[in-house]
């Protein structure tokens, strides 16, 4: 198959950040465009949809809505599409869950024409003659597909990150988070199970846990933090996600970034409150009915190895971050909430010389998430070293998207928000 169409904008991997770019270029003729993704179609992290989890921000914060409130692809008009808009302004809960936004995810993939999923992208190269890229792809059957672009967006997504201790474990019963819901059937058969992770997803699956104590023995949940914290919810907390934070981060030196980052756990990677709450209720619950015992939260406390038995038990050895010293725990089934990590993608490797890179071999992000000389290649969510914390936030999703589109259309086509933080981040000129 040939398509020699040369289109404005290739965008490679559809997450719910390409996704929401292509709702936007809906709007927009002039812009031509495909998107491809391996997946066989859209279906966001299903091994951790379970029941009743809900974002960490607003149903504003969707696609479109901070970069088009007119969009037809928002969420308010997914809701109103589908007779269920009085029901949720009824719930006067402002976090959706996280299968109600798969759902609308799913609904606007239903209503767009460029996309293309069962296609995996195995190499770009740069045809200088005609100053755009070529996109080599291949269906599921085998069959080569290529596309040609003039840009390029790559939004891969991360993947999952293991700490190195277990990189080279091979058990049915290690696992990553994302995989939960694909094994919790069985893993609810074993007696004692353990819990690696600090942030939203190991709260989740502990709480979810927390509902079977009746068939464990023990259920532990090991945490680096020095406790299960909350995420920064305050109205200055949240005016942290905004462009005004994002250009003073930008502007500071990579060593001082790095810095920072180091300071904002509370602002990313901590836990919703409401779940927290859940979550020693249910352990309060399991106190009055005399099985506290099953159930433990042990903070401060790192994985450091993992030895496979005879018996197929899992010995951990985990070490106390206060009291410095080592301590061993056995159990039959470990799940690592551990997060997730960037990667560089393979399909790069011939446009490599390119882009430019740090010193640590990640992209050099310009401030319009461009990644080249050009303004020709562009990353989504590949950014927390260089724009901040938000790198990852579905909030700043429709922000980064109408910052790659006006830098293509070489004019502010959407209409950029300017100095809406109340506090001024900089120090001021004087």
């Given at each position: 198959?040939?398509?020699?169409?040369?289109?404005?904008?290739?965008?490679?991997?559809?997450?719910?950040?390409?996704?929401?770019?292509?709702?936007?270029?809906?709007?927009?003729?002039?812009?031509?465009?495909?998107?491809?993704?391996?997946?066989?179609?859209?279906?966001?992290?299903?091994?951790?949809?379970?029941?009743?989890?809900?974002?960490?921000?607003?149903?504003?914060?969707?696609?479109?809505?901070?970069?088009?409130?007119?969009?037809?692809?928002?969420?308010?008009?997914?809701?109103?599409?589908?007779?269920?808009?009085?029901?949720?302004?009824?719930?006067?809960?402002?976090?959706?869950?996280?299968f109600e936004y798969n759902q609308y995810c799913q609904w606007v993939v239903s209503q767009l024409s460029n996309l293309h999923f069962g296609l995996k992208c195995e190499s770009?190269?740069?045809?200088?003659?005609?100053?755009?890229?070529?996109?080599?792809?291949?269906?599921?059957?085998?069959?080569?597909?290529?596309?040609?672009?003039?840009?390029?967006?790559?939004?891969?997504?991360?993947?999952?990150?293991?700490?190195?201790?277990?990189?080279?474990?091979?058990?049915?019963?290690?696992?990553?988070?994302?995989?939960?819901?694909?094994?919790?059937?069985?893993?609810?058969?074993?007696?004692?199970?353990?819990?690696?992770?600090?942030?939203?997803?190991?709260?989740?699956?502990?709480?979810?846990?927390?509902?079977?104590?009746?068939?464990?023995?023990?259920?532990?949940?090991?945490?680096?933090?020095?406790?299960?914290?909350?995420?920064?919810?305050?109205?200055?907390?949240?005016?942290?996600?905004?462009?005004?934070?994002?250009?003073?981060?930008?502007?500071?030196?990579?060593?001082?970034?790095?810095?920072?980052?180091?300071?904002?756990?509370?602002?990313?990677?901590?836990?919703?409150?409401?779940?927290?709450?859940?979550?020693?209720?249910?352990?309060?619950?399991?106190?009055?009915?005399?099985?506290?015992?099953?159930?433990?939260?042990?903070?401060?406390?790192?994985?450091?190895?993992?030895?496979?038995?005879?018996?197929?038990?899992?010995?951990?050895?985990?070490?106390?971050?206060?009291?410095?010293?080592?301590?061993?725990?056995?159990?039959?089934?470990?799940?690592?909430?551990?997060?997730?990590?960037?990667?560089?993608?393979?399909?790069?490797?011939?446009?490599?010389?390119?882009?430019?890179?740090?010193?640590?071999?990640?992209?050099?992000?310009?401030?319009?998430?461009?990644?080249?000389?050009?303004?020709?290649?562009?990353?989504?969510?590949?950014?927390?070293?260089?724009?901040?914390?938000?790198?990852?936030?579905?909030?700043?999703?429709?922000?980064?998207?109408?910052?790659?589109?006006?830098?293509?259309?070489?004019?502010?086509?959407?209409?950029?928000?300017?100095?809406?933080?109340?506090?001024?981040?900089?120090?001021?000129?004087?």
């Amino acid at each position: 198959m040939k398509d020699e169409t040369v289109y404005d904008i290739i965008g490679i991997g559809i997450g719910p950040f390409n996704l929401g770019l292509a709702a936007l270029l809906e709007k927009l003729p002039q812009l031509s465009s495909r998107f491809i993704d391996q997946s066989p179609s859209f279906d966001w992290h299903p091994g951790l949809l379970l029941p009743n989890t809900r974002l960490q921000v607003p149903f504003l914060a969707d696609l479109v809505t901070l970069a088009d409130p007119t969009s037809k692809f928002s969420f308010v008009n997914f809701l109103k599409m589908n007779g269920r808009m009085i029901q949720f302004a009824i719930q006067e809960n402002n976090f959706v869950t996280r299968f109600e936004y798969n759902q609308y995810c799913q609904w606007v993939v239903s209503q767009l024409s460029n996309l293309h999923f069962g296609l995996k992208c195995e190499s770009i190269q740069f045809d200088e003659t005609a100053n755009t890229y070529i996109v080599y792809v291949r269906e599921p059957g085998g069959f080569p597909v290529r596309f040609h672009g003039k840009q390029i967006v790559i939004g891969v997504g991360t993947v999952p990150s293991f700490p190195e201790c277990v990189e080279d474990i091979e058990h049915p019963f290690v696992f990553h988070s994302s995989d939960y819901l694909y094994k919790k059937d069985s893993l609810l058969s074993k007696k004692h199970i353990t819990l690696v992770g600090s942030g939203q997803s190991a709260a989740e699956i502990f709480y979810d846990l927390l509902q079977y104590t009746c068939q464990f023995e023990s259920l532990s949940w090991f945490t680096r933090s020095e406790y299960p914290y909350p995420m920064d919810n305050s109205k200055f907390g949240f005016e942290m996600t905004s462009p005004d934070y994002i250009r003073y981060f930008y502007n500071l030196s990579a060593r001082r970034r790095k810095e920072i980052l180091g300071t904002q756990n509370r602002n990313y990677k901590g836990i919703n409150k409401e779940l927290i709450d859940a979550i020693h209720a249910s352990m309060y619950q399991n106190l009055i009915h005399n099985s506290s015992y099953k159930t433990a939260i042990f903070p401060n406390c790192e994985l450091r190895h993992i030895d496979i038995l005879s018996n197929n038990q899992l010995k951990q050895n985990y070490f106390h971050l206060g009291q410095k010293r080592y301590f061993p725990w056995s159990s039959d089934g470990c799940i690592l909430a551990t997060g997730y990590k960037n990667t560089i993608p393979e399909f790069l490797h011939s446009v490599k010389e390119l882009i430019n890179w740090t010193q640590d071999e990640f992209y050099q992000v310009n401030l319009n998430y461009s990644v080249d000389n050009q303004n020709s290649i562009f990353v989504q969510n590949a950014d927390l070293h260089s724009h901040g914390f938000n790198s990852a936030d579905l909030g700043m999703g429709p922000h980064r998207n109408a910052v790659i589109l006006n830098t293509i259309l070489k004019e502010e086509h959407f209409k950029m928000e300017k100095n809406i933080a109340f506090q001024k981040f900089g120090a001021p000129l004087v």
